[in-house]
């Protein structure tokens, strides 16, 4: 018999299976994952690691394979509203029965060994995606890359996104130490793609010294904003005039060029035609990349909660300008540089308004403002119990012409989301 019936007791229960809810390392996750017969896969993988653009990068993938005609996989991480949206099968989310005999069949087989919650999902994930035999899988890294769960499977192609300061108490406190670990995907003799035009120098060494082939953008692929579309150049192949994506921000491009190059490396394998990319791009959907939503006060949702993805957030805004005034909504957790996350925000924030975040590593209000920058000690900064209380304050003293800003944090515009509807 199952231990559980239900997807809400199962996660709940994962949650206090291991010491540690983030504990990297491969030795636990591989052991069961060989017992599972997991580990030498019959599909192509994709894995991608970095600090900003995973998400966009895997759905963009995504599109336009499916576009094309292919059979996907996906597992990502974390999820906005159901942890179900971690898991998709042609684009499709998992259902609670076929996530639930999956922990099921992981519970069985781990014996008395203990798995931390991502490891648990993702023995899950392997298991749903390797019963359906899809053509190619695309894995997203949850933190770092070398010791993270999904680094069991040896990856047909490895992209690196953008790569900024995050998670500094487990992957280091600069960007070389950080690329160190994202570069821990790669795999000798496979192409290694990074769509960070300026990476840091761990990342290309690594690459060299291992004998994967590296794709740099701006060395062997690189791409033109034309303003309403754009032009991108690889190593074999060339495209003019392409639609923009349809996520917002020019930021995206640089995502969708690595995406581009990866499609030309499995080439040989994964035939894609102009016509698959510009549906891929012009179809893509993924909520909370700044997802802008138009009205009397506009709203903005986007999980950025880095300085980097700040300044991406900052670009966006100053290009979408507004009469009125900008009203923050901010939640964030505990292991984020906060000062340098609402430094970067100042540029464009009237009005704040903090929000306790519940959880583990949630940071209360009143915590989040005594670390914020210090010219914000004077500003416009209120206090609230929680993400829905901050929104609803917010929404009922905007006028029009004003806008909505949430971001910190995935859990934080899931909040602001679910008290939207």
Not at 120 to 139: E, K, N, Q
Not at 361 to 383: K, S
Request: net charge negative; glycine share 8%; with cysteine.
């Amino acid at each position: 018999m199952p231990r559980f019936n239900s997807l809400s007791d199962w996660l709940l229960w994962q949650e206090t299976l291991h010491p540690r809810r983030i504990d990297l390392g491969l030795e636990r996750v591989a052991a069961v994952a060989e017992r599972l017969q997991l580990l030498q896969p019959d599909y192509a993988v994709v894995t991608v690691a970095g600090t900003n653009g995973k998400g966009s990068s895997v759905a963009l993938l995504e599109s336009v394979l499916l576009a094309a005609g292919y059979r996907t996989g996906c597992y990502t991480s974390p999820h906005l509203l159901r942890y179900n949206e971690r898991i998709r099968i042609q684009g499709r989310e998992v259902d609670d029965a076929s996530l639930c005999a999956a922990f099921a069949r992981v519970d069985e087989a781990r014996g008395d060994v203990t798995l931390s919650y991502f490891e648990f999902g993702t023995l899950a994930a392997l298991i749903l995606l390797s019963r359906v035999s899809p053509d190619i899988v695309l894995l997203e890294v949850g933190m770092g890359g070398r010791l993270d769960a999904v680094n069991i499977l040896a990856p047909d192609a490895a992209l690196i996104t953008s790569i900024g300061i995050d998670h500094s108490a487990w992957l280091g406190t600069d960007r070389e130490s950080i690329g160190r670990e994202k570069a821990g995907i790669m795999r000798t003799g496979s192409p290694v793609i990074c769509s960070d035009a300026a990476p840091p120098a761990s990342l290309e060494n690594r690459a060299r010294k291992l004998g994967a082939t590296w794709f740099g953008l701006g060395q062997q692929f690189s791409y033109q904003n034309n303003g309403n579309s754009w032009n991108w150049r690889g190593v074999d192949s060339h495209y003019e005039y392409l639609p923009l994506p349809s996520l917002t921000g020019n930021h995206q491009l640089d995502n969708a060029a690595g995406v581009l190059m990866v499609l030309e490396a499995l080439a040989a394998d994964f035939l894609v035609t102009r016509a698959a990319i510009e549906q891929g791009l012009k179809t893509l959907t993924l909520p909370a990349r700044c997802q802008i939503q138009s009205g009397d006060v506009e709203m903005v949702f986007d999980v950025a909660h880095n300085p980097d993805s700040a300044e991406s957030l900052v670009r966006v805004l100053g290009e979408h300008q507004v009469a009125g005034a900008t009203r923050l909504i901010l939640a964030m957790l505990d292991d984020k540089d906060i000062e340098g996350f609402t430094t970067v925000l100042a540029a464009v924030v009237d009005h704040w308004y903090l929000a306790t975040l519940s959880g583990e590593r949630g940071l209360t209000a009143r915590a989040l403002r005594e670390r914020m920058c210090l010219p914000l000690a004077a500003t416009d900064v209120h206090c609230f119990q929680d993400v829905s209380a901050a929104f609803r304050q917010a929404k009922a003293e905007s006028d029009s012409g004003d806008r909505l800003v949430i971001c910190g944090s995935f859990a934080t515009v899931a909040e602001a989301l679910a008290s939207h509807v």
